[in-house]
């Protein structure tokens, strides 16, 4: 079993900053793969960012420049840097881990999940 704890959420203006924080523990190992995931009540799950095993990282199109994803030196927390935010980026955030890299395109693959940390973005 994995378990992810997420936090730093929070609400702040468009064009500021937030680091979103994800703890890892449980029965995790150095080549899994970690993502982090946003929904919002009017669209499912989409991917933001993730680390793959190799320590390969991934964005979608809608953060790059704007947000980085990076894990602590022994792999225990994930990390969210999200600057210039947007109203659009308002969204529950998730964690999420799972022995293969299925790509953001493909939350279902991934087995394990966060309960996730609110972000509002007001303009």
């Known amino acids: 079993e994995v378990f992810l704890t997420e936090s730093g959420g929070g609400s702040v203006q468009s064009g500021g900053s937030l680091r979103l924080s994800c703890r890892v523990s449980?029965?995790?190992?150095?080549?899994?793969?970690l993502a982090w995931f946003r929904r919002t009540p009017e669209k499912e799950r989409e991917g933001v960012a993730a680390i793959d095993g190799d320590g390969e990282l991934y964005y979608a199109d809608s953060v790059k420049g704007r947000f980085a994803v990076s894990q602590d030196n022994d792999k225990s927390v994930l990390y969210l840097q999200m600057n210039n935010l947007k109203v659009e980026d308002t969204a529950m955030y998730f964690c999420a881990a799972d022995s293969t890299y299925w790509g953001l395109g493909l939350p279902d693959y991934f087995g394990f999940w966060g309960q996730g940390t609110q972000v509002t973005v007001s303009s």
């Open positions: 449980g029965a995790i190992k150095p080549t899994y793969s």
